[in-house]
């Protein structure tokens, strides 16, 4: 009998540790329905502290606890400039960090100081008028990890099946919600100064020395000519079309056989977003929420098993 009540107990413990991890995944967005669509972004012009990095995204977590101890009630920020299927995860590179400030708000003088003391630098983002974009629950650590799983895969069939150029990725943390962001206009804005030093070095002296130049001096073959990887930080008027470097039909899932950092090289064809069927409402002007937790780090766009490999995420 007494056996009996004892596996009786330890039946009705299992069962009750099984309901409680399901309640805590499903309270961090497992069943969570991912909406991708085009619109407005979720955020205006921000300025940004940030660190950069080059290696696997899986180990930007330190990078996001080091910027949300500085501050830990600014909202967090990461931009992933590479795709880990087609670029060798230790040379994807990222910058990770936190808003100082949004809109026509300027970040103090003390704020800008305080980062800089703990190594970050300060750069700032527009506000592009089109984006391709998801939201997910931002409860849990969890979240974060069921998102890299679930978000960036249908943003990729979406916009892999509409041929866009939206690039970088961008991830804003806010409360209890994660804001992706892929911009379909003036990305070279998006890109931190020391995406254009890694990009110089990774092509070499050689490469840059035979590339036939114009009239201008610019260099006409190299990937990098027309996006913000040769552009200094003042250039905000770049139109979305001379930022879509090496446009091309390929997907994510082709190999890439120029520069092997290119991340808006491996998306497909650039289609304007004026043929977009715009769904977003856009939060552009609206204020915006602070953050209550830092974020975690956790691997981006998750490889799948199947051979071979699969550039989407």
Known sequence: MSDLLLLGLIGG???L??????????????????????GSPPIRNVTVAYKFHVGPYGETGPLFTE???????????????DNPHTVPPEKCRCAVGSILSEGEESPS?????????FGFKVFSFPAPSHVVTATFPYTTPLSIWLAS???????DAYIKERKLCAHPRLEIYQQDQIYFMCPLARQGDFYVP???????????????????????????????????????????????????PGVSTRGWDDGDTRSEHSYSESGA???????????????????????????????KWPREPSTPEKGEE
């Open 17 to 38: 540790l099984l309901l409680t991890l399901l309640a805590f995944a499903g309270y961090s967005g497992l069943l969570a329905g991912v909406t991708v669509s085009a």
């Open 194 to 244: 020391e995406v254009k030093e890694t990009e110089r070095k990774s092509r070499g002296p050689a490469e840059a020395n035979d590339a036939p130049v114009d009239g201008t001096g610019a260099d006409t073959m190299s990937d990098t000519s027309s996006v913000s990887l040769e552009l200094g930080p003042g250039s905000r008027e770049t139109s979305a079309a001379t930022l879509s």
């Open 67 to 81: 910027s949300c101890s500085v501050s830990p009630k600014l909202r967090s920020i990461a931009v992933y400039y």
């Open 269 to 299: 064809s650039g289609s304007s977003f004026e043929e977009l069927d715009l769904e977003g409402e856009g939060a552009l002007g609206e204020p915006r929420l602070s953050p209550e937790t830092e974020p975690l780090g956790a691997p």
């Open 149 to 155: 799983r679930r978000v960036h895969p249908a943003l």
């Open 13 to 15: 413990l299992t069962l």
């Open 109 to 117: 003088s003390e704020l800008i100081r305080l980062y800089q003391k």
